[in-house]
């Protein structure tokens, strides 16, 4: 190898190096015969150099794409005419005097191209050609760039990244955990950590006040949306702070990874709604505010109609809503059936419309739907909700004004999408605050925590946290990016008295909560310092970065929809005597 070894990159030649001597190592990605001679566009991950074969000195015909090869030439400058503008070394070419192959490639199984279309599977399959893209290659860099900033930011501020285990006790944070079984201790099991929590809120017990852990976590959750069962997190955690310490440093985390990576200024004080806000203008606890479109209070119309279910759905302490979709009167019946059937799924039994035209002899009309019934109140109607003629109007009512809100921030977020309302190039944070402590699980009958079992209960609430659960906020704050999810986090409750009230809420009783997390009671009795944290994901977080929509874009070896790596065929079968050590047995399903 070391005559073969490569002087240069792929992506580096310009005209300054014309007359050079050297030696390339990369993939060829395309080959051009010209009769006598040909062009090879040889890659690497630093870009792509033309190579220029003569057949007097070389066989062209036995280089193939995606064979690994060496290349020995000269620099040489290319004409202005041959100038190629979309490749950074597209000033020069390299005329071979030697070539060798370092690796012959079968035909792929797909076209190895800067954005391919091959279906999933396949690039699942073989995601170390997949790999190979100039798409997955930038946005693999993208990541690594992302981890740095990370790191150099953090430890900037004095934070210590510090190793947290992967084999852990069971640490319930609302999914399932993946276990392992112990081979040394029979019946026993370890479980992989749904995150570090417990873990970085002892580490400030222990007095290291600035953690942070670009850490990996496993949840066994069923396939839904874009998941993945294991997902890599920038954990944090500090001491001696509240939530607008937490929310600062997060700020400046994020502005920090933008101009690094992407070159692009955040303005700080990212815009902040409480949950009630959001659910209530939007919809939604991760609205995408990249465009406007808020839900309105419908319910003084309602009352003046004699629209039926709207004035049951009142009476019964729920609330009516109202979108305007802007110049969508002309959507078809389909269209909005189908708008009906997503309010459909988040639980609405129905989706009312109407439409706005114009004039005749009063300014506006309604039409369509609903219409006869907002008639009589057409003009103060429009004239309040701002509809103009053109637009189509959309309500949804329930007795519960949870799921009458939810229902309509799904259609909310259909129209962004259906009329490309949100700027793939813009990017909207908002805090999400003052979340609910307790969720109830109607199926169970029981409460459950929101967020997790270690978040503080705002003060003014801890009078009624056994009377009104469900009145109960939380210090807790997710960080929202365009419409997802980014971070959550809360303030911690450090103090064992308050913590085995909150354990008692969901039904943790004391013995219980002594077995599954008595490590951590019995810490906060040596002096624990209050502390709060959050956990961007890293993973999504790069995702929304590169343009993406799907996390599996931004990993590298990423499981498909069901959990499995088509790559190595894995979860697999294990044999009888690795059962056997484990103290095992497959019951025949
Ligand atoms: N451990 C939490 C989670 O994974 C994040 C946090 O509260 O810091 O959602």
């Not at 402590?437 to 978040?455: C, I, K």
């Amino acid at each position: 190898m070391e005559a073969l070894k490569r002087t240069v990159t792929c992506g580096e030649l310009r005209t300054a190096d014309s007359g050079r001597e050297v030696i390339l190592n990369g993939w060829v990605d395309a080959k051009r015969d010209h009769g006598g001679f040909s062009f090879i566009n040889l890659r690497d991950r630093y870009g792509i150099t033309q190579i220029v074969v003569d057949e007097k000195t070389e066989q062209p015909a036995r280089l193939h794409n995606e064979y690994c090869i060496a290349v020995r030439g000269t620099v040489r400058s290319r004409p202005k005419e041959m100038v190629n503008k979309t490749l950074s070394t597209g000033e020069v070419e390299v005329i071979a005097a030697g070539i060798s192959v370092l690796g012959e490639c079968e035909t792929p199984p797909f076209q190895i191209e800067d954005e391919t279309n091959a279906k999933e599977e396949l690039r699942l399959k073989y995601r170390y050609l997949d790999l190979r893209s100039g798409g997955m290659q930038r946005r693999i860099a993208l990541r690594s760039a992302v981890s740095f900033a990370v790191r150099e930011f953090l430890t900037e501020q004095g934070f210590l990244e510090i190793e947290t285990p992967t084999f852990i006790k069971s640490t319930p944070e609302g999914a399932r955990d993946y276990l392992v079984p112990s081979r040394l201790y029979a019946g026993k099991f370890y479980a992989l950590p749904q995150s570090p929590q417990l873990y970085k809120q002892l580490l400030m017990v222990s007095g290291f006040d600035k953690y942070f852990q670009i850490a990996r976590c496993y949840r066994d959750e069923d396939a839904r949306g874009d998941r993945q069962p294991e997902f890599t997190q920038i954990d944090i955690e500090m001491s001696f702070v509240s939530r607008d310490d937490v929310l600062a440093l997060t700020e400046s985390l994020m502005a920090h990874i933008f101009k690094k990576t992407l070159k692009i200024e955040l303005a700080l004080n990212f815009k902040r709604l409480s949950y009630d806000e959001a659910i209530n203008r939007f919809g939604s606890d991760k609205p995408d505010l990249r465009f406007e479109m808020e839900l309105i209070d419908f319910a003084p119309f309602a009352i003046k109609s004699d629209f039926m279910a709207f004035k049951t759905a009142l009476d019964s302490g729920g609330a009516v809503k109202a979108l305007v979709a802007k110049n969508c009167a002309a959507f078809s019946r389909k269209q909005i059936d189908e708008l009906e059937s997503l309010c459909k799924i988040y639980k609405a039994r129905g989706m009312a419309w109407f439409k706005v035209s114009g004039g005749g002899q009063t300014q506006v009309s309604l039409e369509g739907g609903t219409a006869k019934f907002f008639t009589p109140q057409a003009e103060a109607l429009c004239a309040a909700i701002n509809a103009k003629p053109g637009d189509l109007v959309l309500v949804v009512a329930d007795s519960n004004a949870k799921i009458a809100c939810t229902a309509l921030g799904a259609v909310r977020k259909e129209l962004g999408r259906l009329l490309e309302l949100c700027d793939p190039k813009r990017f909207e944070f908002v805090w999400i605050i003052d979340f609910p402590l307790f969720e109830r699980n109607e199926e169970e009958g029981r409460w459950e925590a929101a967020h997790h079992l270690f978040s503080f209960p705002q003060e003014k609430y801890h009078a009624v946290l056994e009377s009104d659960p469900g009145a109960v906020k939380g210090d807790l704050y997710d960080l929202v990016l365009n419409g997802y999810e980014l971070a959550s986090g809360s303030i911690r409750i450090h103090d064992p008295v308050l913590q085995k009230r909150v354990f008692e809420v969901v039904g943790i009783n004391e013995a219980e909560a002594e077995k599954k997390f008595g490590f951590l009671t019995d810490a906060f009795k040596y002096g624990a310092p209050p502390h709060g944290g959050i956990a961007p994901g890293l993973d999504r977080l790069v995702m929304l970065m590169a343009g993406e929509s799907s996390i599996k874009e931004v990993i590298a070896f990423p499981k498909n929809s069901f959990a499995q790596s088509l790559m190595d065929d894995c979860p697999s079968e294990i044999s009888a005597e690795q059962l056997k050590e484990l103290h095992l047995q497959i019951s025949p399903v």
